[in-house]
C-alpha cells in the first residue's frame, strides 16, 4: 500500500512539474493537455528499464543486454515522441510550425524534460532495490549461516555420533568388515561438509555421492527397517550444481521425522530429474508421529538458502497425504 501511494505521489509531483516547465504564458490549460499526452511515454519508459530490463539483465550481470535493450527502448520512446509531434503539426497546428505549442516547438527540450523524469525515477527505484537486495542478501547470508550451524550440529550432535561410534564398536567386537568402510564413509561425510558447506553451488554428483555415504551410516540405526528408493534422471551429473548439503539435509529430514516413535519400517523415496532445463527434486516419507516433516527448521533454512541463490526462480512444496510427507524443489539447472 505505501508502495502505491509513494508511486502515485512521484507520478503525480511529476505531472505538475512537467506541466510548469511546459506552461508558456501561463496557459495552464495547454501545459496539462500536453502532460496528459506525453507523461504516459514517460511512465511507460520509467516502468520498463526499472521493472524489466534492471531485474532481467542489469542485477544478472548481462550489462552489454541491458545496454542494448536500453538503447531500443529509448529509440521506440523517441519515434512514440516525434509522432505525437507530428500529429500536433499536422492536426492542431495545420502544417504551421508557429501554430504548435511553444513546448513542442523546440524538442530537444521536450525530450529534456520528458526523460529528466524517467531518469530521476529510475535513480530513486535503482536505490530502494539495491538497499533491499542488500538487506536481502545480508539476511540470506545470516540464514544460510544459521542452516550451515544448525546442519552441523544435527550432524556432528552426540547422539548421532553416539549411535556410530556403538555400531563400530559393535563391527569391531564382530571384526566385521563393514567396520573400516563405515569409518571411511563417516570421514568422507565430514570431510564433505566442513569443506562444501561454504560454497554456493557444488556438482550434483558430489551430492549424491555423499548423501549415499549419509544413508550408509544411518542404515545401520534402522537395520532391515530401512527401505529407500532411488530414481536418477540427469544424465551427466558433473554438468549439474545445486547448492551443498541440500540433498543431505532433506534426507536428514526424512530419517529425523520419519523414524520418530517409528519401530515399523520406514521407507523414504527420492528422485533427481532434469526436465526442459530444470532440476526437479522430490522426497518423502512415511511416519507415525502426529509431528510431521513440513515444520522441520531443516526446511525452513532450505527455503532462506534457496531463496538467496535463486531469488523467485525457484519452487518448493510440499504436501502430507496420509502418513506420507512429500517434499518437491524445483530449480534452475546451472
Request: glycine share 2%.
Amino acid at each position: 500500500m505505501f508502495k502505491l501511494l509513494y508511486h502515485i505521489l512521484f507520478w503525480g509531483l511529476s505531472f505538475l512539474l512537467c506541466s510548469f516547465l511546459m506552461s508558456y504564458n501561463n496557459n495552464w490549460n495547454e501545459a496539462f493537455l500536453l502532460s496528459s499526452i506525453y507523461m504516459p511515454i514517460t511512465i511507460g519508459l520509467a516502468y520498463t528499464i526499472s521493472y524489466y530490463l534492471i531485474p532481467q539483465f542489469l542485477l544478472k550481470g548481462k550489462k552489454f543486454r541491458f545496454a542494448l535493450y536500453s538503447i531500443y527502448t529509448f529509440i521506440i520512446a523517441e519515434f512514440i515522441t516525434l509522432t505525437l509531434n507530428t500529429i500536433i503539426f499536422i492536426f492542431i497546428a495545420n502544417y504551421q510550425y508557429d501554430l504548435m505549442p511553444p513546448a513542442t516547438q523546440d524538442f530537444a527540450i521536450l525530450n529534456t524534460v520528458l526523460f529528466l523524469i524517467v531518469m530521476l525515477f529510475l535513480a530513486i527505484t535503482s536505490i530502494d532495490k539495491w538497499r533491499a537486495t542488500d538487506t536481502e542478501k545480508n539476511e540470506a547470508l545470516k540464514n544460510m549461516a544459521e542452516a550451515e550451524l544448525k546442519f552441523l550440529k544435527s550432524q556432528l550432535n552426540p547422539h548421532f555420533l553416539f549411535n556410530t561410534m556403538n555400531n563400530l564398536y559393535a563391527l569391531s567386537l564382530k571384526k566385521s568388515d563393514k567396520a573400516p568402510e563405515l569409518i571411511l564413509r563417516l570421514s568422507a561425510l565430514l570431510e564433505y561438509i566442513l569443506e562444501n558447506s561454504k560454497k554456493n553451488l557444488v556438482r550434483l554428483s558430489d551430492e549424491v555421492k555423499v548423501l549415499e555415504d549419509y544413508i550408509y551410516i544411518e542404515s545401520f540405526r534402522f537395520g532391515d527397517r530401512l527401505k529407500i528408493h532411488q530414481e536418477l534422471n540427469v544424465g551427466n551429473q558433473n554438468e549439474i550444481q545445486i547448492p551443498p548439503l541440500l540433498l543431505i539435509t532433506l534426507m536428514e529430514n526424512c530419517f529425523k521425522h520419519g523414524g520418530k516413535n517409528n519401530s515399523d519400517e520406514l521407507i523414504i523415496n527420492y528422485m533427481i530429474e532434469v526436465i526442459e532445463s530444470k532440476i526437479k527434486i522430490s522426497f518423502s516419507n512415511n511416519f507415525v508421529s502426529s509431528e510431521s516433516n513440513s515444520q522441520a527448521i531443516g526446511l525452513k533454512n532450505i527455503k532462506s538458502q534457496l531463496a538467496y541463490l535463486y531469488k523467485s526462480h525457484y519452487k518448493m512444496n510440499h504436501m502430507i497425504t496420509g502418513k506420507i510427507f512429500n517434499i518437491e524443489i524445483e530449480l534452475p539447472c546451472q
